[in-house]
């Protein structure tokens, strides 16, 4: 299929909101970096990424008296690439903004390849990673490996996570038991589960996976990671 071109007034447009968004970009960059000389912002604290807007971050406080707190955060210029799950160093602006000065080290990294077979950093500090599969779509152990390689190669440990239990019947129950077999013959640990079954309460297996860990779910399209995660995480969108 042919890629539609844009006409000049279409461009025009285009770039006239992006010159837009960048100005107020800039010029809200600005202000944190007016606050920083004025020396009106507080004090270094340590802090979670745990969500990514371009070039803003939320940043959930984990020290001081206001922890668990989530503060929309700038990024200092000098700061290398930041993702979900980095551990930063911020200080808190007015109306409650904060910037983001340095980054802690790492102990691990996720990567994927971008279009053009660039590996993109996509979260750290990772304490595992979650292979959701499931009965529907028909799981196919060359996927799963592709997942497993990663999690190999970043040295973050890896669980599979069998949802959709629901689905199982006596036609497919067999190659489903000897796919699972498999994978744990070689080590890796498999819980079985069902979100359609556990309704909006998250299941207490999948609870026990991610309690006080940072987890990471990956899988096909329609295994029901989000389904999970909703249980989860009911109030966040």
């Known amino acids: 299929m042919a890629k539609r071109r844009l006409n000049k007034q279409q461009q025009w447009r285009i770039e006239k909101i992006q010159k837009e968004r960048a100005s107020r970009m800039t010029r809200k960059e600005k202000a944190v970096e007016d606050q920083a000389e004025a020396g009106e912002l507080g004090p270094e604290e340590e802090g979670l990424v745990i969500a990514h807007y371009g070039q803003q971050l939320d940043v959930e406080a984990r020290s001081g008296e206001q922890a668990g707190q989530i503060v929309r955060c700038f990024v200092r210029a000098n700061i290398d690439s930041l993702v979900t799950g980095d551990r930063v160093v911020w200080r808190r602006g007015k ?88 994978y744990k013959a070689l080590g890796y640990p498999v819980v ?3 979100a359609a079954e556990s309704g909006d309460q998250p299941a207490p297996e999948v609870e026990a996976l991610v309690q006080n860990r940072t987890s990471v779910f990956v899988g096909q399209s329609g295994v029901g990671k989000s389904s999970i995660i909703q249980t989860l995480l009911p109030d966040t969108s």
Not at 118 to 139: F, R, S, T
Request: glycine letters at 4%; a negative charge.
């Open 95 to 182: 109306n409650d903004t904060g910037v983001i000065v340095a980054r802690m080290d790492r102990d691990n990294l996720l990567q994927r390849p971008d279009n053009f077979g660039a590996l993109k950093p996509v979260a750290a500090n990772i304490d595992h990673i979650i292979l959701v599969i499931a009965p529907e779509p028909e799981p196919h152990d060359n996927l799963i490996d592709r997942y497993l390689v990663a999690s190999e190669s970043t040295d973050i440990p890896a669980v599979i996570l069998l949802n959709k239990t629901d689905l199982i019947t006596d036609q497919n129950r067999g190659a489903i038991d000897r796919l699972m077999d498999r």
């Open 192 to 194: 079985r589960t069902s």
